[in-house]
């Protein structure tokens, strides 16, 4: 299992359009085959970084999960709705593994 963490700078002033590009993606992801962790807008601190998080199995997985991605049609709406309204200023894309235990199942030494 990776995470894929997306970390955006969006226009402060278009945070709304972020949170809506959020709740669609809500709704695709999961549909497309990866387990969304969640989108979280600004709150405190900066006004413009905002991420995304979600698990895929392996990066063979993500790019066939990427092409269901890209043909979904809500999905195809969301890129337009992104490209139109133009909140999104920069998308950069890191894949993790986890590297240790949950805290509830870390062992005591």
């Not at 997306?6 to 590009?21: A, G, N, S, V, W």
């Not at 413009?48 to 990427?66: H, K, P, T």
Request: proline share 5%; charged share 30%; aromatic share 14%.
């Amino acid at each position: 299992m990776i995470t894929c963490f997306i970390r955006y700078r969006i226009d402060p002033t278009k945070k709304e359009q972020f949170e809506q590009y959020s709740r669609n993606w809500g709704k695709v992801i999961p549909r497309c085959g990866a387990d969304l962790v969640g989108y979280y807008a600004p709150h405190e601190g900066s006004t413009s970084l905002a991420y995304g998080v979600y698990n895929i199995e392996s990066l063979a997985a993500y790019e066939q999960y990427r092409e269901r991605l890209s043909a979904d049609p809500l999905g195809q709406e969301n890129y337009a709705f992104a490209q139109k309204e133009k909140f999104l200023l920069r998308e950069e894309r890191t894949f993790l593994k986890q590297a240790s235990a949950p805290h509830d199942k870390m062992v005591k030494l």
